[in-house]
């Protein structure tokens, strides 16, 4: 019998499951967009992870991350909940025991992590702009009737680039159109989108902070060959890019469930998840100062978890 651990990153536009063995290696794993749908697609995904795997298994613990790391752990029973910043900086350091900077851009959020001695030392996280993350680049590839990988794809073989601003979306959107009508070529284009992408992360994520070597690249934005070459362009040196790249998170949390304990009795609720999973009743919890709203999370119309509260009470 196989013993497991089960990792899971729900991030904001997509949810991630992952399938590690007692040597840290991945067995089995899932990579679904949400569609606006969280608590469907985490499920989805722990059931795809599960008809993947083969044999008797065991698991032995779940961890869970992401900015709705809280709901997936209700929904699948998690033994432990890190934030994403401790994930991804323990599956980098699995991968590049070295690094030193880890740029990380997701669906709807980026993030600037700085190691030293295989510690997390500083981390920064994007602003409420969504320039520069996965999101931005979907939608301006399909503005242009091509798909984010062709965009990556000719944004990487380009000879030249269009100026295009990226100090935010709006500004970057007219630029663009600005540059068609002047008859800037679409590989023009889509490499000065990158660019303009890559600046608006240095700028606003990496502002004041000194990246230094080794430095990985990961996230979903890290399919973009164009972002690539755009980073390295700028910061003048190589940028990694992991073979896992859009699921070090989940692949970190499912190391820190297997690095913490075995556990004797894992929360996890099995592969087979009720879809019956429902948003119930709200209040507002006077118990302290926070005056949280506390929701009722339902499976199979009984009560599974709360969900909302800043102090832990619930």
Known sequence: MRRLYIGVDAGSITAKAVAIDEAGALIAHAYLRNSGRPIEAILAAVREVGQRLSGDVRVLGVGTTGSARELAAALVGADIVKNEITAHALATLKIVPEARTI???????SKLIILEDGA????????????????????????MGITVSELGELAA????????????TVFAETDMIQKQQMGCTR???????????????LSNVARGKSLEQPMVFQGGVAAN????????RKLKTEVIVPKHFALMGAIGVATLAKRLKDWDAS??????????????????????????EIVKLLADRELLAY?????GKW
Request: charged share 30%.
């Open 187 to 201: 590989d023009e284009i889509c490499a000065g989108l990158c660019d303009a992408l890559a600046e608006g992360y």
């Open 103 to 109: 740029i990380e851009i997701g669906g709807q959020e």
């Open 307 to 311: 969900l909302g509260s800043r102090c």
């Open 267 to 292: 929360r996890f609720r099995g592969f087979d998840l009720s879809t019956d999973v429902r948003r119930g009743d709200s209040f507002i919890c006077d118990g302290c100062e926070n005056r949280c």
């Open 157 to 168: 073989n380009a000879t030249s680039r269009a100026r295009i601003s990226g100090l935010c």
């Open 120 to 143: 997390v030392v500083d981390f920064r996280l994007n602003t409420i702009c969504a320039a520069g993350t996965g999101s931005f680049l979907d939608h301006q590839a399909e503005r």
């Open 225 to 232: 060959a164009g972002m690539r070459r755009a980073f390295e």
